[in-house]
């Protein structure tokens, strides 16, 4: 990542200036460029770690360890036996134009079927024997369900918490937060989600206190409504902002202190500008770059979903599908998994920088 | 001032959203969905009945439903709900027919005076829940799709024992084997394929690989029909109202998937699961508190210690079979039971404990720390050096066990070091990751390369089975036999004559007298030593009402189970 920054020697002013659309739509394109080989190079890797996630075939997600006659029979017909860098050439540009010996006479007498992922196809899963593409887009709203609104709550909550501390530094209130805070920051997720699940579900339920559910999506008596989607979500929601809430407030807190002894707060001040103006107009404003690059890095992430919260609160999210194939060696969705955030990290590595632009006019891409 | 005010009205706002959305502290009775949000104690009399609704919890999602593509116990405990075997086991692992009029035998005609031809006659009302006769083609469809190349099957066993497949009429299925069979009646015909479904697809596609009905059987032969499959979340089947033995009466049956064993635990205790499985026994006594019953049910797992017995490579001590009647002896595996395992469970005597393939006489060994001592005497390891551990010809008695990083395998390893060192033999601990640890000797497993002198696990095969090709002379792993699954590496003459014997005894009857001499030997001659019987445990909620649950075949007669609301 190469960016430019074109520091001007004017004091930052409140005005925003748009960056000229020429030298950032080039540097959009020469970063869309860039990225070609750097996936290749990722996908390569990672295809070579895959090798030695384990045997798919070993147990099949079994008690018992599969037959080898039925191991040697699987690994023909599904091309595993095949040297890495075959497999890696069809996983990329499929095998439609070649044939496959499925029957082990030694003989190809079958026509490949995989166009690769260079033609949109990912493959087949190897645990769920279905198009790669479609055991994703199974999982990926969920996901973005309750991460997206996790990163909602945590963005508001850590600006609140955030501007408040800063305004009202070293008060009763600051120390409160702060310190309950760190405690959700230094405790691990797990604890979190199940001492809240037997806080709220089963305790609330015994002591004949209104209660949350405890797993799943909704209540299969009720059926998939969007009321019980948003109450299943309040413990895995509340989980997942707690421990998050500590790193961003303080993002927003320090930066906001920073801000607003900035010469130009005092001027605003000295004008007369009403409060709220010169916190959330110009202040905010300028104490954000931090937080834009924290959720920039972090947007993509979200795709992957939130391994142990979604595996406590039975959430049928990304996270949950990425462990459970990893553990069954089923390359193709791991792949498929690991490239669709390998391209976010991209994408919204791009999309910070043109925010932060926006926000700030003294950087340009030239 | 202002600003603190509307913090302090932004708090209680969320929390009073919070306490709106939260269910009513009310009995699991909940209204169906047209039904008003606040419930009412006395329901109007024109109010449908609430549909009985039963949710089940697996910790493990199925991978498929197919159940030729699968592998997963998950998937295939499924098979009772949706789909139908040609006969299921009961509680007690009698084979129950469902597809058949009754079990072939030699008496009844069903198998031929060879043992290499069995016959099924089907019964007259079976069909499928589209309405479809179920008939001998399906049988001989799901044959052919299970040995077609085209198909990634996960398994073709058993079928690929089999010759051929007949279908002389729509109602008799004559199968011809290879050579007698003895595992057919626990192996055969675990589900089946509707072949007016999947022929088309077969015939379109060249494979049924990719079939939609593998994931979404809509067309099925079990008391319920599958509905829908959400990833990852939950799987639905709803009652079959064509089921030839009775409606069920829950109308339909939601099975959640809860990866995290504490998350099912909470599930259970707070009424959002009904059913449950893979409880770990610490959590027995705090489920039965909260009204959950729990329930035993063997499936033919049995945790226990292999000697590797290697000609060449084994430990001198372990050869004598007096060293391993002392270790027998001196471990108190009784204790182990009460104190690691609550006293939920018992050591086993032999291998097949909890299946009538072992002799009933037998009785574990007892503790009997004092005979141990002169058995170790007798075959002649003293204590020479007074190092406290005894020896033989400059051999020290210090033996390697190995098992995998399960907490409690730790647990008793620990406690097996102390006891055996009352005695004078010293236990080295080491513990592998599963994947290693059950590696084939191919793959330098450590139990079937022999780097352990005792090594510690459980498992079964096809039970309610007990073929097993595990003590085999000819299943010893090697470099010219990579595969090989006798990793304790025991050659016993009159052991390898019976085993090969029983694998071709086609009536059950003098197959038992065969394994009744087998479980004998192994049990005298401590070839296996058990230490806990195993149970899958089950936690079966209070709404839940007529469940029985067998090892082979849990689900076998959910046509009758019902729900108290």
Same mark, same amino acid.
């Given at each position: 990542m190469t960016v430019t920054l074109k520091v001007t020697v004017t004091s930052p002013n409140v005005t925003v200036t748009s960056p000229t659309p020429p030298p950032m739509l080039r540097y959009i394109i020469r970063r869309l460029l860039q990225a070609i080989p750097l996936l290749f190079i990722i996908s390569v890797i990672l295809f070579l770690l895959m090798q030695n996630m384990g045997d798919p075939l070993a147990t099949l997600g079994g008690r018992q360890v599969t037959r080898s006659e039925d191991r040697q029979r699987l690994a023909r017909q599904l091309g595993l036996d095949k040297p890495i860098y075959i497999q890696y050439l069809y996983w990329l540009i499929g095998n439609d134009w070649t044939k496959m010996d499925l029957d082990g006479d030694g003989i190809p007498e079958t026509p490949g079927r995989r166009k690769g992922v260079l033609r949109g196809d990912f493959g087949i899963s190897l645990v769920s024997k279905r198009p790669v593409v479609e055991v994703i887009w199974d999982r990926l709203p969920n996901t973005l369900l309750l991460m997206g609104t996790t990163e909602l709550v945590i963005i508001i909550g850590a600006l609140v918490i955030g501007m408040y501390s800063a305004l009202r530094q070293y008060s009763v209130l600051d120390h409160l937060i702060t310190a309950i805070s760190f405690i959700g920051y230094s405790m691990p997720i797990f604890f979190i989600a199940l001492l809240s699940m037997y806080i709220f579900s089963v305790n609330f339920k015994r002591w004949g206190l209104p209660y949350l559910p405890t797993v799943g999506m909704f209540d299969p008596q009720v059926g998939k409504t969007p009321g019980q989607v948003a109450l299943h979500m309040v413990l895995p929601v509340f989980s997942l902002s707690f421990i998050y809430f500590a790193a961003y407030s303080r993002y927003v807190r320090s930066a906001m202190l920073e801000v607003l002894s900035q010469d130009y707060i005092r001027t605003a001040r000295a004008k007369g500008l009403p409060r709220p103006t010169i916190i959330f107009i110009h202040a905010l404003k300028n104490a954000s770059l931090p937080l834009v690059t924290v959720v920039g890095l972090d947007l993509p992430f979200l795709l992957a979903g939130a391994i142990v919260t979604e595996r406590i609160f039975a959430w049928p999210g990304m996270g949950r599908l990425f462990i459970d194939h990893v553990s069954r060696g089923d390359t193709p969705v791991v792949m498929g998994i690991l490239m669709m955030i390998a391209v976010a990290v991209v994408v919204f590595q791009i999309l910070t920088d043109i925010v932060y632009a926006w926000l700030d006019p003294r950087i340009r891409y030239d | 001032?202002?600003?603190?005010?509307?913090?302090?009205?932004?708090?209680?706002?969320?929390?009073?959203?919070?306490?709106?959305?939260?269910?009513?502290?009310?009995?699991?009775?909940?209204?169906? &969905?047209?039904?008003?949000?606040?419930?009412?104690?006395? $329901?109007?009399?024109?109010? &449908?009945?609430?549909?009985?609704?039963?949710?089940?919890?697996?910790?493990?999602?199925?991978?498929?439903?197919?159940?030729?593509?699968?592998?997963?116990?998950?998937?295939?405990?499924?098979?009772?709900?949706?789909?139908?075997?040609?006969?299921?086991?009961?509680?007690?692992?009698?084979?129950?027919?469902?597809?058949?009029?009754?079990?072939?035998?030699?008496?009844?005609?069903?198998?031929?005076?060879?043992?290499?031809?069995?016959?099924?006659?089907?019964?007259?009302?079976?069909?499928?829940?589209?309405?479809?006769?179920?008939?001998?083609?399906?049988?001989?469809?799901?044959?052919?799709?299970?040995?077609?190349?085209?198909?990634?099957?996960?398994?073709?066993?058993?079928?690929?024992?089999?010759?051929?497949?007949?279908?002389?009429?729509?109602?008799?299925?004559?199968?011809?084997?290879?050579?007698?069979?003895?595992?057919?009646?626990?192996?055969?015909?675990?589900?089946?394929?509707?072949?007016?479904?999947?022929?088309?697809?077969?015939?379109?596609?060249?494979?049924?690989?990719?079939?939609?009905?593998?994931?979404?059987?809509?067309?099925?032969?079990?008391?319920?029909?599958?509905?829908?499959?959400?990833?990852?979340?939950?799987?639905?089947?709803?009652?079959?109202?064509?089921?030839?033995?009775?409606?069920?009466?829950?109308?339909?049956?939601?099975?959640?998937?809860?990866?995290?064993?504490?998350?099912?635990?909470?599930?259970?205790?707070?009424?959002?699961?009904?059913?449950?499985?893979?409880?770990?026994?610490?959590?027995?006594?705090?489920?039965?508190?909260?009204?959950?019953?729990?329930?035993?049910?063997?499936?033919?797992?049995?945790?226990?210690?292999?000697?590797?017995?290697?000609?060449?490579?084994?430990?001198?001590?372990?050869?004598?079979?007096?060293?391993?009647?002392?270790?027998?002896?001196?471990?108190?595996?009784?204790?182990?039971?009460?104190?690691?395992?609550?006293?939920?469970?018992?050591?086993?005597?032999?291998?097949?404990?909890?299946?009538?393939?072992?002799?009933?006489?037998?009785?574990?060994?007892?503790?009997?720390?004092?005979? #141990?001592?002169?058995?170790?005497?007798?075959?002649?390891?003293?204590?020479?050096?007074?190092?406290?551990?005894?020896?033989k010809d400059g051999v020290e008695l210090v033996l390697v066990h190995g098992t995998t990083t399960r907490e409690i395998r730790r647990d008793v390893q620990a406690v097996a070091q102390q006891q055996l060192a009352q005695v004078g033999i010293k236990?080295?601990?080491?513990?592998?990751?599963?994947?290693?640890?059950?590696?084939?000797?191919?793959?330098?497993?450590?139990?079937?390369?022999?780097?352990?002198?005792?090594?510690?696990?459980?498992?079964?095969?096809?039970? $309610?089975?007990?073929?097993?090709?595990?003590?085999?002379?000819?299943?010893?792993?090697?470099?010219?036999?990579? #595969?090989?699954?006798?990793?304790?590496?025991?050659?016993?003459?009159?052991?390898?004559?019976?085993?090969?014997?029983?694998?071709?005894?086609?009536?059950?009857?003098?197959?038992?007298?065969?394994?009744?001499?087998?479980?004998?030997?192994?049990?005298?001659?401590?070839?296996?030593?058990?230490?806990?019987?195993?149970?899958?445990?089950?936690?079966?909620?209070?709404?839940?009402?007529?469940?029985?649950?067998?090892?082979?075949?849990?689900?076998?007669?959910?046509?009758?189970?019902d729900l108290s609301q």
């Open positions: - | 001032m202002k600003g603190r005010t509307l913090y302090a009205l932004l708090i209680i706002g969320v929390v009073l959203a919070l306490l709106a959305s939260c269910r009513p502290a009310a009995t699991p009775t909940t209204p169906p &969905p047209a039904a008003p949000a606040t419930p009412t104690t006395v $329901p109007p009399p024109t109010q &449908p009945p609430v549909r009985k609704v039963a949710t089940f919890i697996f910790t493990q999602e199925p991978d498929v439903l197919n159940p030729l593509y699968t592998n997963m116990w998950f998937s295939s405990i499924t098979q009772q709900i949706w789909n139908c075997w040609a006969w299921d086991f009961d509680d007690q692992n009698t084979p129950r027919p469902v597809l058949v009029k009754e079990m072939p035998s030699v008496e009844n005609g069903g198998i031929s005076a060879d043992g290499r031809v069995i016959t099924l006659k089907l019964r007259d009302d079976i069909v499928w829940s589209d309405g479809t006769p179920i008939t001998s083609e399906d049988f001989v469809f799901t044959y052919e799709m299970t040995m077609s190349p085209k198909n990634t099957v996960a398994s073709t066993f058993p079928y690929d024992k089999l010759e051929k497949v007949e279908a002389p009429d729509p109602r008799t299925v004559v199968m011809t084997f290879k050579e007698p069979f003895a595992a057919w009646q626990a192996t055969l015909w675990h589900g089946l394929l509707p072949a007016h479904v999947l022929r088309p697809v077969f015939e379109k596609e060249g494979t049924i690989d990719n079939a939609e009905w593998n994931r979404a059987p809509t067309v099925g032969c079990g008391p319920f029909v599958f509905k829908e499959w959400e990833s990852g979340s939950f799987i639905r089947f709803v009652a079959n109202e064509k089921y030839w033995l009775g409606r069920p009466k829950i109308d339909e049956i939601f099975i959640r998937i809860v990866p995290d064993d504490a998350s099912q635990v909470a599930a259970l205790k707070a009424g959002d699961g009904d059913l449950g499985t893979f409880i770990a026994y610490s959590d027995i006594p705090t489920l039965e508190q909260a009204g959950v019953q729990m329930v035993k049910v063997f499936s033919g797992y049995n945790e226990g210690w292999y000697f590797y017995l290697h000609p060449e490579k084994g430990h001198p001590a372990l050869k004598d079979v007096r060293v391993r009647q002392a270790i027998a002896l001196a471990l108190d595996r009784f204790s182990i039971c009460k104190d690691l395992l609550l006293g939920l469970t018992k050591p086993p005597a032999t291998y097949w404990a909890n299946t009538p393939w072992q002799d009933p006489t037998l009785e574990p060994w007892p503790y009997d720390p004092e005979r #141990a001592k002169q058995l170790l005497d007798e075959a002649g390891w003293k204590d020479t050096n007074g190092d406290g551990v005894r020896d236990l080295e601990l080491v513990n592998a990751e599963p994947d290693i640890f059950f590696g084939s000797y191919g793959e330098g497993g450590p139990c079937a390369t022999g780097q352990y002198d005792i090594f510690q696990y459980s498992t079964t095969v096809n039970y $309610p089975d007990p073929e097993t090709a595990d003590w085999l002379c000819k299943e010893i792993p090697s470099d010219e036999n990579p #595969a090989g699954t006798n990793w304790q590496a025991v050659c016993d003459e009159e052991l390898d004559r019976l085993f090969k014997l029983q694998a071709t005894q086609v009536d059950p009857a003098e197959r038992q007298k065969t394994f009744h001499q087998i479980s004998r030997i192994v049990f005298e001659k401590v070839y296996w030593l058990g230490l806990w019987e195993d149970p899958d445990i089950w936690a079966v909620g209070p709404r839940l009402k007529n469940v029985r649950l067998s090892g082979a075949s849990p689900f076998f007669n959910i046509v009758e189970w």
